[in-house]
Structures are given as C-alpha cells and as structure tokens.
C-alpha cells in the first residue's frame, strides 16, 4: 500500500519558522516529481512547491518564493518544506503529493497524496 505520511505542522507565530517532512512508503519515489500544496479553509487546494525526481529542479508559487524551500531526500523517500518568515496567510493544511504525469502546478498531474499536516501561523 502506498502512503505518503507528512508531518511537522504546528503553530508558530508570524515570522517563524517550520519543517514540514513527507515520507513515503510502499513504493519508491525516486523516479517522481513531488509536490506540496495547501489548503485553507474555504478555499481551494493550491500549489506550493514541486520538485523534479533528481532533486535538480524546483518550482514555487509566487506567494513563497524566496520564503519556503523545498528538497528531497531519495535514500529516504522523503521530501521536506523548508518555510520561513511565516504570514498569517500561510495558515492552511499542507499535502505532500506525488506526481505522475502533467503540468507540475496543477492537482490532476498528482495521483499519490498524503492526509495533511495543519500549519497555523499567528499574528
């Protein structure tokens, strides 16, 4: 059975900092892109992060750019988001997602996903 397990959400005041770690399980990831998105409340799932299966490539939405980083770990069968100088508006539950074919920025491209962590950022 493939799972995806994220964890390290938490609640941290604005401007802080959190790890977010996605392991995997099942099966390995190596050969696949993976993602993070996020969702808050009422509102859509969005992109956040992807990276190519070597670790060679990253992508960001505009909104975390220069802020959040993310990386992987191919021995570990883990991806990791890096996030710094938090807003408010980071608040959501982020998903680690493992991609299979299409356009990074988009959820159909993704068809492994994990259940959430929750990310509360405080003013």
């Known amino acids: 059975q493939v799972q995806l397990v994220e964890s390290g959400g938490g609640l941290v005041q604005a401007g802080g900092s959190l790890r977010l770690s996605c392991a995997a399980s099942?099966?390995?990831?190596?050969?696949?892109?993976m993602g993070w998105f996020r969702q808050a409340p009422g509102k859509e799932r969005e992109f956040v992060a992807a990276?190519?299966?070597?670790?060679?490539?990253?992508y960001y939405a505009d909104s975390v750019k220069g802020r959040f980083t993310i990386s992987r770990d191919n021995a570990k069968n883990t991806v990791y988001l890096e996030m710094n100088s938090l807003r408010p508006e980071d608040t959501a539950v982020y998903y680690c997602a493992g991609h299979t074919v299409g356009s990074y920025y988009f959820l159909a491209a993704y068809a492994y996903w994990g259940q959430g962590t929750q990310v509360t950022v405080s003013s």
């Open positions: 099942g099966r390995s990831f190596s050969s696949n892109a």
């Open positions: 990276i190519s299966w070597s670790g060679g490539s990253t």
